[in-house]
């Protein structure tokens, strides 16, 4: 610290104490503040106390301001969710119930701490409280006809407290609040900022005009609100609530003016918007009445029928960012923000039911179809569909998505002017469907024109209405369906013990199989060994095949029919009772042949005809892969793999001969070269049990075409009997195609996976000894390099 700063300081230190010298305490002023009043045991201000929901009237006077008068509906009829508070002075309109339950809950429970008679000594003059003349006087009635009036003075010094003085009394008392706020408020204050609001539920009916435009919404008994201009049709309940309705009750006010000027300069004669909003109140039910010990229903009020009015008016800013509004029979004008006013002008595409067709798909119990010149007739009779015409037979899962999706049709927009029927394909629909449901008294039809512009949605007529819907054609492709694809997808259904023979044709493959006392034998090609599981999984689907869907073409080219990927031909067993049902002879036995075509499409989609039928089934992928499974024997060689004695594998990039001396398999090229014996053993054993994916050929089959003269690659095997088998590969074909192969001598063509094909053409280093040390079970291969250790500094 330098020396000018304390020198501050001591001149500073100096100046005070002069001060307190020159001016002592003797000197300060005395309060004139008048004493506080000595606190007691704390009383209702009035006695009896009046009750608050029982008040129905009250009034509210103030030097140099206008009188309030508000009162109330009977307190037993309290409205559920509306304002039931009016202001009746200075004029006319609903009042704020929540501002004016302030005031009367107020006076109904106020208290004070004290009570004094004026001017008597050491006490204030009524003058001097603020009692001659009050500052206010606030006054209420019960609906009894009793009258509670208070005085209400100054607030007390130094406190919260208000002087307060019943009317008539002479004492002073000192209520313990603060009251000076609740009755300084200027009238608007007091004015409903929500001169709408009501519950939703009470709403029956809602009328708008706006720019020439007449909107009418109406609630039925049953619930539902239907929108009668401008156009008519039903409205969606929910976002009726949520956009015009809630919007409508929560309208709230910017500001009332305090000057009125005359009504056409506000813009009501012509106004921008006009509201009427009709509730129906029911009042609460009364209790039986009793007469002679014994109780009668009372007769009970009739519910309560209100049209309340409002008109939007013109702009009250320049940037027309507010408009004036005025409720009927209220001379107040309000100024609301446009924001506001904007939500409440109706925008039908959203509030319209959106749905097609206003039914429950359980609820619907006929559907008349006609598509495409077929035509038929659907019956829910006993919780089952089903069919007639074109459709004899359904399939229930079918028609139980047709109907969800006919009732779950929604429209995306409409054409409440249509011109003629031609220019939206529905003079020659596309589809015509007819609903009858239960609750419906007449059936619904419905029309299915042509697509809009983009083509993605379509063109819709309810029948009986001149307006047009339009809706998704991702929607519309689920109900205008040939009634055909609604048939039952079952294909046969019999069990497998009663087929008696089999011819299948797949490619270049002839299979014929006959059942003879039960068992299976394989008659073409005869010397081939059957796979009687892959039998049995076939015999199996047959009996119970079923489809996936029908398909919607009919081009057997397109569906891979005019040339099929497989024919089945089969005959099944019958039992017929005798023709003389009056003859003790046995059933006749007959047999029934069918025929299948499958056609199979970017190895992705299968089709099937079955006899001369019209209709194509679509069938799931895994019925293709599993009815066209390779019925003879996978297993290519029929030797054990102790009895490969030379393997030569002869590919592109080299060739492989490994043969075995004295128990040991060597590198026939270089004996030199240590083999690893177990992975060539392996080798042998992988060409031993070798299985093909399935055969083109049995025997006689075309090398050339098949592209194995001369083939690309070899594996020749010899057994130490010395018999030998040369197996063709064929050039690997891109993709995931299994590698065509061919066994000479036999002239056996068949399809190897690419896998198995790989693993016959590895070279000399997969089974040469590796140099690495063999792993120790459990424990942990060491790292390519050693670790670096770090610096500890």
Known sequence: MNFKTTGLLVALALIIGAVWYLYPTSRVAEDTSPPQPATEESKNVFDPQPKDDQLVRLELERPGKPKLVFERSDPNQEQRGRENWRLLEPSPALADGNKVRSLTSTLATLQSRSRFEAGTKGQLTAAEAGLEPPTATLSVKDKDGQEFKLEIGRKVALSSDTYVRSAGDKMIQVATRELASLVEKNVNEYRAQRPLTCSTEEITRVQLRHEGTNYDFSRGADGDWVINEPVRTYADKTKLRDKLLTPLTTLQVAEFLDEQGPTASYGFDEPFLAIALTTETKPPQLPPEKKDGEENAASQPAPVVETRRMLIGGAADLKAQRRYAQLEGEPVVAVVNQSVIDGLIPRLNELREARVLRVKSADITQLELAVAGSNSVLKKIGGVWQGSGDVPQVDSTAVTQLVDALAGLNAVDYVDQPEGLETYGLDKPRAVLTVTATGVTTPLALRVGGPTKSGRNVYLQREGEPGVLVAAETQVAKIAVPPNTLRSREVFNFPPDRLTRLDLQRGGMHYVLERDAGQWKLTEPAD???????????????????????????NDAALGLEHPALTIRFEV??????????????PVATRTAHTLRIGRVNDKHTYLRKDTEPLVFELEDSVYRTISTELINARLFSFEPDKVARIKVTAPGGTLELAKEKDKWIYATDPTVALDQKKVQDFAQDLARLRVEGFVAWTGGDFAAAGLTPPPAAVTITLADGHEYALGLAQEQPGELPRVAGLAGEQRICLLKRSDAQKLLRGLDEYVVSDKPAAVPGQQPKPPFPPVEEDPD
């Open 528 to 554: 081939a060994q059957l796979d009687m599981g892959v039998l049995n999984g076939l015999c199996a689907n047959l009996g119970r095949l079923r489809a996936a869907s029908i398909a919607a073409g009919d």
């Open 573 to 586: 067993e019958e039992t017929v009772p005798p023709a003389d049902t009056q003859a003790a002879s046995a």
